[in-house]
């Protein structure tokens, strides 16, 4: 046994923001102001009965909560080992779980009274979240996006410009995520006085992946209370897929303090793990960027360097902070999932369950194809269908019939 | 501990006249040049050097700071060669201040203990690491007054009279006034509103303030100069070294000369300044 271990997994951060030696509030003087602001305001919301009433009311009412956890009994049958339970975030409004986050962040900053939101999306589905609920608040949205993945997520582009957000392509870099947050956090320190910046994953300075985490959590408190529901008694294990892990760590937290309950992270490993990918934990060590001390992939002169994944949403060279902890402590297993696996349990899951996945979760459907068969049938495995394949439609449909040709 | 930096602020006090502080980034074009502008400055008139450690991810800096910094990367600039290049500077200046500026991730990845010991025998001064907030002292702040390296520290006009104090706290050498919220190279700061921002810090310090962002013209110094004991020019002389490359981004005869060109004149302009802020 690990001496370090703690008593609880579920008490971080401290007041500093730090899991262990990660996290923490690595930002410019400038922004720091705010942060602390920010920190602020939240704890006041989170004590406030009025807000958590409030926030109750639209995640019923407008998000469509509480999302089913559905038995995916052909999947089951199929792979023949653990009954599959889908957490069904693809059916929230937006069509992913972002939307638990965005709602809270935006509640937040109506309550700081800031009337300019950023943020920075990857696959586009944060991107999408917020220039919704901007639409809803009446709030000016600009969200910026890596040129990269402008052109290969264009239904979601579409959609943010309907929504009456400003889409910024960013040309910086590697033209994906991690440039697009570099622009986003330029914007903010800019545009400081009048701007919240809505984070979309379980990154950044301090307070943010704290208060995304507790957003995000009430996919595991939704599962917790569905499978004593369904089963009487608690999973066996939970798998979900990791770009900054913010609808991993959603469904672990609650279950953090649960030893029997086995946790699984799935990250990308792009075309393989000697090769381009996006694994943090698997390939990269502990650094500092975008605010917080994590897991990043980079070279010997600590210079980032570029992830690669077919899903723009974990398409990252880093990962949430608490995930980095986890995974030190041991209580969190990471594996990782390639393009190519991705890709074949995308297909699967569209034709033996009626479920066309986002790429992202099709990550770990590919890692409960390798898991599954190995566990008895009564074991209980939840994955968490974080986000929904319409947005990737055109371009698997363009991979497949190159594949073909 | 008396640094070099100390040791500047203190004659240009005696000599009545503010500090003109150039920033250039280490490796930018390629580590031969890049070293032979760094020589070229003083003469040109720079009082205090900052040199930019090369980073993937300048979050704090505009387009112009990013590509230089891509432009020493893919040259092959490391930390631990612009390291190299003040030891390299040192050989024939010993009294012109350096101070390394940059982000925190590839020193914490050098190693914090290695690269303080490394940084001091080669004739570093000081240090402004951009994302490290006081908040944050224990990583490199600390350790490096320890070390006998001045940790200067970002003061913003988002930083009011509460916190100042603890921005201040663990400031040494001077202090760098960003005055506009903003990336480098964007907006101009007001010298008017600059003065008075300035004055409000030295109501907290005995430290010199450095005024920097936005300055690009000898007027625009001189008027910073004017208000402020230093200005801080670093977009301006990237810009002209970038305008002086070829159409692949290599130096040419007239690179070193465009840069240090540049530097004589803003040099004019604050040394033009009526009284230095006291």
Redesign the interface.
């Known amino acids: 046994m690990n001496p370090n271990l703690p008593n609880s997994f579920r008490t971080g951060p401290d007041e ?1 923001g730090h899991f262990g030696i990660f996290g ?11 942060i602390l602001d920010l920190e602020k305001a939240y704890a006041d919301a989170k004590a406030d009965p009025a807000f958590q009433a409030e926030m109750n009311g639209y995640l019923k009412h407008y998000v469509g909560r509480p999302s089913p956890l559905y038995l995916a009994e052909r999947l089951t049958e199929h792979l023949g080992g653990a009954k599959i339970y889908f957490k069904r975030e693809e059916l929230n409004h937006t069509g992913s779980h972002k939307v638990n986050n965005v709602l809270g962040q935006i509640m937040v900053a109506r309550r700081m009274g800031k009337k300019r939101i950023i943020a920075e999306t990857g696959a586009g589905q944060h991107g999408v979240a917020t220039a919704t609920l901007c639409a809803r608040f009446g709030l000016e949205c600009v969200v910026y996006m890596g040129a990269v993945d402008v052109e290969r997520q264009q239904p979601n582009v579409i959609r943010m410009e309907m929504l009456g957000a400003r889409v910024v392509p960013v040309q ?2 590697s033209r994906t995520l ?1 440039d697009a947050m ?1 622009d986003a ?2 914007d903010w ?5 009048n701007t919240f910046y809505c984070i979309g994953t379980v990154a950044g300075p301090h307070p943010y992946p704290m208060m995304v985490r507790d957003f995000q959590s009430i996919i595991g408190d939704e599962t917790r209370q569905q499978m004593q529901e369904a089963e009487g008694r608690l999973p066996d294990s939970l798998i979900a897929c990791i770009g900054g892990g913010s609808n991993a760590m959603g469904l672990f937290h609650p279950f953090l303090d649960d030893p029997s309950v086995e946790i699984f992270g799935v990250e990308a490993a792009g075309h393989g793990l000697t090769q381009l990918h996006a694994a943090s934990i698997a390939g990269g060590r502990p ?5 917080n ?1 994590t897991y ?1 992939l ?1 070279d ?5 360097q570029d992830a690669h994944s077919i899903s723009a949403g974990l398409d990252y060279p880093g990962i949430g902070p608490e995930h980095s902890w986890l995974h030190e402590t041991g209580r969190v297993t990471y594996l990782s999932a390639t393009d190519d696996e991705a890709l074949e349990a995308f297909q699967l899951l569209s034709r033996l369950e009626g479920i066309i996945p986002a790429l992202e979760p099709a990550h770990a459907i590919a890692k409960v194809m390798e898991l599954a068969p190995k566990r008895p049938k009564d074991h209980l495995m939840v994955l968490n269908l974080s986000g929904r394949g319409d947005k990737d439609v055109p371009q698997v449909g363009d991979i497949l019939k190159g594949k073909k040709s | 501990m008396t640094t070099r930096i100390d040791a500047r602020f203190a004659e240009l006090a005696r000599q009545g006249r503010s500090a003109f502080v150039t920033f250039v980034m280490a490796g930018d074009p390629d580590p031969a040049t890049s070293l032979d502008i760094l020589k070229a400055l003083p003469k040109a008139g720079a009082d205090v050097i900052e040199i930019g450690m090369p980073f993937t991810d300048p979050m704090a800096d505009g387009p112009s700071i990013q590509a230089a910094g891509l432009r020493a990367l893919k040259a092959g600039m490391t930390l631990k060669k612009t390291l190299e290049m003040v030891r390299g500077f040192r050989k024939d200046d010993d009294s012109t201040p350096l101070v390394l500026m940059g982000y925190y991730n590839p020193i914490y990845i050098y190693g914090v203990d290695k690269f303080l010991v490394d940084a001091k025998t080669s004739g570093v001064d000081g240090l402004i690491i951009v994302d490290l907030p006081p908040e944050e002292d224990n990583e490199l702040c600390l350790p490096a007054m320890k070390a006998g390296l001045n940790f200067i520290r970002l003061a913003t006009p988002t930083t009011d009279d509460k916190r100042l104090p603890a921005v201040l706290a663990n400031t040494s050498g001077f202090v760098y006034y960003v005055s506009i919220t903003g990336i480098t190279g964007s907006a101009s700061a007001d010298s008017t509103v600059v003065g008075e921002a300035v004055a409000r810090i030295k109501r907290h310090t005995k430290l010199p303030v450095c005024v920097g962002f936005g300055i690009r013209t000898p007027d625009a110094a001189r008027a910073i100069a004017e208000n402020a004991n230093g200005a801080v020019v670093g977009t301006a002389l990237v810009d002209a070294l970038n305008a002086s490359l070829d159409a692949g981004g290599r130096a040419t005869p007239k690179t070193v000369g465009a840069v240090a060109d540049l530097v004589a004149e803003l040099a004019q302009g604050v040394r033009g300044a009526k009284q230095a802020a006291e």
């Open positions: 500093r923490g509030r690595f930002v410019a003087e400038t922004l720091m102001p705010l910086s870099g991690k570099n956090l330029r320190v800019t545009n400081v006085h650094g500092v960027l975008h605010g001390r990043l980079m010997d002169d600590g210079q980032i």
